[in-house]
């Protein structure tokens, strides 16, 4: 399939914030491509963003787009869900924003399990406000705030959707980028909560203070790290060690919020 | 035909005014003395086609009606003193984003969590002041259960003309006690619905000031597709650092409330035509206050009420007048003073202007209202 990013793109909107070498960009095109495979009419699609640099994204896509405040995204979401369940809602932003300020939106969002895609960008690091540790920079990694190395234990942030009660969870690297817009598309056809952990790299506020020459080292890092969930089943458990699973991580039926919210309309309505 | 009547509470009555409004949303958290408003929407809103939703915290809550007005729905949350503090960066965004949406602050006391079953009047800065940044505010004071039905129809219809937060302010007396309500007829009382743009979706810029000093605002899903942003933007909606822009929006927000004062405004007097002491309350004080007045009437003290049922913009106006007009104004609050500030700046020496502050949990009686105007005239 031929894809036209030219017309999911707003005109005179480009060129984007992110620095060369960010990932953002990646993912960027990779969620055109999942709209244009699941042909999601713009009009009818909210992309709603919190803080940071990965929540700029939504500008960019010709859309109804919101960029929230910080953290905040999922709840704004929800509201334009559950106000137009039939609009197609995605969500996106940073592992920060997501995590932290919005991890009580993001897991209350995941147990719902309301149909939104929430494709969560995480780079390990506060990008825009010049590189603060994160819930998920690894520990012992140098930040601005973390100048001894980082004490905190990080989020799996798709283990922790998985436990709140997301119906779709899947991850994948900005190295991958083909099966970026894969991931995504199966989400938007889901029918509940689903959430889209890809990992991304931030040379400049992540990359320099940890020691990665380039760019190229730290997309070479998220390939090492990727083992697709299929390929582990079948590693013995030291060969996982410091690597992440990608692919689909769990995906199951169970009931979504405004379907279950119709019934208690039909219930108040006498029906 | 006889009007429908009931024996209300006053959350309960807030509830009916906002289905009767259009309400088709609700997004809350459960906090005393306002919980009662999501109780009765958690049973009336679905039965009208409507939304409720219990959200995980008060910022949520705030979250979720911004959301839910995008796509065009009449959006309501309620709760207290430390919703509203923690509800207050949101509702800054709603100034900034120019989203209708209407908040009811069911006032107990505080800082931090005070009182939480005990009355005050301590959140009327916050209705201002309270988000960073300038904006302008509407805030609505009633004082009965009848007028709580009424105010917060005027709230949807304010925040919906307006394009912007509108909070309802009553203490836990008004918000809890019982009164008859008459229930209007459908078509007996102004709803307004926000104007939808008149240009076509190729043309539309949500925050163009050209036909007029508020926008039309589309909604989300109409086919219209456009960008929202908490930060300064341009009148396409896109963020923009450019002052002469930044400027020109920033006030165009503010003068959109100052310039229509008159429309806003509401207030009422009592007995203060030839009143050499003006008793100047909202809320449950007021009603203390009106007895107060007749108390002093008897004894041959010209002392008279007014009661702004509009708190912000501030009757700045009427105030001033009153201030030439009397020898002194006396401001009891269940706070340590705080509207009494602003009667000071617009009475400018012209009369006396004496608070009376309470904090304790307990309401303002109208003697200790008589004895404050007979130590001051």
């Known amino acids: ?271 | 035909m006889a009007k429908k009547v009931a024996l209300l509470q006053g959350n309960d009555a807030c509830a009916q005014g906002a289905v009767y409004a259009g309400c088709t949303f609700f997004g809350g958290y459960p906090i005393t003395p306002s919980t009662e408003v999501a109780e009765v929407l958690s049973g009336e809103l679905p039965k009208v086609g409507g939304k409720f939703i219990q959200m995980e915290d008060e910022i949520a809550a705030m979250a979720s009606v911004i959301g839910a007005s995008l796509t065009g729905a009449k959006a309501l949350t309620a709760t207290s003193g430390p919703g509203v503090s923690l509800k207050q960066e949101l509702i800054g965004y709603a100034c900034i984003a120019e989203t209708p949406c209407v908040i009811i602050n069911v006032m107990r006391g505080g800082p931090s969590t005070g009182m939480p079953t005990g009355p005050g009047q301590s959140d009327v800065m916050q209705a201002k002041w309270g988000t960073h940044g300038d904006h302008a505010a509407i805030a609505l004071v009633p004082a009965s259960c009848q007028e709580i039905y009424e105010e917060t129809i005027r709230a949807f219809n304010l925040a919906e003309k307006y394009r912007m937060p509108v909070q309802v302010l009553y203490d836990e007396i008004v918000g809890h006690m019982r009164e008859r309500v008459e229930f209007a007829e459908p078509g007996e009382l102004e709803v307004i619905d926000r104007e939808a743009p008149s240009v076509s979706p190729e043309e539309y810029k949500p925050y163009d000031d050209t036909k007029g000093q508020i926008p039309p605002l589309a909604s989300y899903g109409s086919g219209y597709k456009f960008h929202v942003t908490g930060l300064n933007k341009a009148a396409d909606g896109f963020p923009t650092t450019k002052a002469e822009l930044v400027d020109a929006e920033e006030r165009r927000q503010i003068d959109k409330v100052d310039d229509n004062v008159a429309d806003i405004e509401k207030f009422e007097t009592y007995m203060t035509e030839d009143a050499e002491v003006i008793i100047w309350a909202y809320g449950s004080t007021s009603r203390s206050a009106r007895y107060a007045v007749n108390d002093l009437r008897k004894e041959g003290i010209k002392a008279g009420l007014f009661r702004p049922i509009t708190l912000w913009p501030f009757p700045e106006k009427q105030t001033a007048e009153l201030a030439k007009q009397a020898k002194a104004i006396i401001v009891p609050e269940l706070n340590l003073g705080q509207m009494v500030i602003e009667v000071e700046r617009v009475a400018k020496g012209d009369c006396k202007v004496a608070a009376i502050g309470r904090v304790d949990g307990e309401p303002i009686n109208p003697g200790q209202i008589a004895g404050k105007v007979k130590e001051v005239l």
Not at chain 1, 136 to 141: R, S
Not at chain 1, 179 to 190: P, S, V
Request: with cysteine.
């Open chain 1, 1 to 271: 399939m031929a894809y036209d990013y030219d017309s999911s793109i707003r005109p005179g909107k480009l060129p984007h914030i992110w620095c060369p070498g960010c990932g953002h960009g990646i993912v960027m095109k990779g969620l055109i491509r999942a709209m244009d495979t699941c042909e999601l009419d713009r009009k009818n699609t909210a992309i709603v963003s919190g803080i940071g640099c990965a929540s700029r994204l939504p500008g960019y896509l010709d859309a109804c787009t919101l960029h929230t405040a910080h953290g905040r995204a999922a709840a704004f979401a929800t509201g334009v869900k559950m106000a137009k369940p039939e609009m197609d809602v995605i969500v996106c932003g940073g592992d920060g924003d997501g995590t932290a300020i919005g991890g009580n939106h993001f897991i209350h969002a995941c147990r719902r399990n309301i149909n939104m895609t929430y494709v969560l960008m995480n780079n390990f690091i506060y990008g825009m406000t010049g590189g603060q540790f994160s819930p998920c920079t690894p520990t012992g990694d140098k930040a601005s705030t973390t100048p001894y190395g980082n004490p905190d234990p990080i989020f799996d942030i798709s283990k922790l959707a998985i436990g709140a009660g997301a119906s779709f969870v899947a991850r994948t690297t900005a190295f991958h980028a083909t099966q970026i817009d894969k991931l995504i598309a199966e989400g938007i056809k889901h029918k509940g909560m689903a959430v889209i952990e890809i990992l991304d790299d931030c040379p400049t506020t992540y990359g320099r203070r940890n020691k990665f020459r380039s760019v190229v080292e730290m997309m070479e890092r998220l390939k090492d790290m990727a083992v697709p969930v299929a390929a582990a089943a079948k590693l013995p458990a030291e060969k996982l060690e410091g690597k992440i699973l990608t692919g689909i991580l769990h995906q199951e039926d169970k009931p979504e919020y405004t379907a279950q919210y119709a019934e208690v309309i039909k219930k108040a309505q006498g029906a």
